[in-house]
T-cell receptor, first 110, second 114 residues
Framework: GENVEQHPSTLSVQEGDSAVIKCTYSDSASNYFPWYKQELGKGPQLIIDIRSNVGEKKDQRIAVTLNKTAKHFSLHITETQPEDSAVYFCAASPQRQLTFGSGTQLTVLP | GAGVSQSPSNKVTEKGKDVELRCDPISGHTALYWYRQSLGQGLEFLIYFQGNSAPDKSGLPSDRFSAERTGGSVSTLTIQRTQQEDSAVYLC????????????FGAGSRLTVL
């Protein structure tokens, strides 16, 4: 089955700086790569996703890049704000269910 | 409904007791998923439903775990003879269809087994 590895497990940045979270996947059949943000006491919420026919996607301060050859994808958050502090999960989907990474606790320091 | 509803939000039980966790998906969503999130860990896939059918039960940790879905809507995850290692947050998500679609998660049911 699919295996997704995510790094780093924790990340602290100063407000206004950029944050990058990286994931690798194992199944070359995976074709859908979403990113979820989970705030304390809440369920994960989709923030951005990318499909395998696209190399990069942007939505305001958030961007995701995908390298199918190397089987890795990354989340980029620019101009970080305190409200970006949360746990971020990457995921990959070869078939019918998503396989998630282990999560990154992002802390944005004011 | 407007979102995915899960109940109870918190459940404390004694080892050996049975528990039922309920998920009410977004109206019209045919796909429903259960994930488990242990403290500080990622999301572990348990089972998914396409309508009332569960094609893949391989993620269920043991035969003490079972799930059903009726009427293509509400789903119940049942854990029999609970063990301390079952303590976790159980998350339910729904999607318009099975496959590479956006999952909408509920807030989860936090289970604590004493």
């Amino acid at each position: 089955g699919e295996n997704v590895e995510q790094h780093p497990s924790t990340l602290s940045v100063q407000e206004g700086d950029s944050a990058v979270i990286k994931c690798t996947y194992s199944d070359s059949a995976s074709n859908y790569f979403p990113w979820y943000k989970q705030e304390l006491g809440k369920g994960p919420q989709l923030i951005i996703d990318i499909r395998s026919n696209v190399g990069e996607k942007k939505d305001q301060r958030i961007a995701v890049t995908l390298n199918k050859t190397a089987k890795h994808f990354s989340l980029h958050i620019t101009e970080t704000q305190p409200e970006d502090s949360a746990v971020y999960f990457c995921a990959a989907s070869p078939q019918r269910q998503l396989t998630f990474g282990s999560g990154t606790q992002l802390t944005v320091l004011p | 409904g407007a979102g995915v509803s899960q109940s109870p939000s918190n459940k404390v039980t004694e080892k050996g007791k049975d528990v039922e966790l309920r998920c009410d998906p977004i109206s019209g969503h045919t796909a429903l998923y259960w994930y488990r999130q242990s403290l500080g860990q990622g999301l572990e896939f348990l089972i998914y439903f396409q309508g009332n059918s569960a094609p893949d039960k391989s993620g269920l940790p043991s035969d003490r775990f079972s799930a059903e879905r009726t009427g293509g809507s509400v789903s119940t995850l049942t854990i029999q003879r609970t063990q301390q290692e079952d303590s976790a947050v159980y998350l339910c998500a729904s999607s318009p269809a099975v496959g590479a679609n956006v999952l909408t998660f509920g807030a989860g049911s936090r289970l604590t087994v004493l």
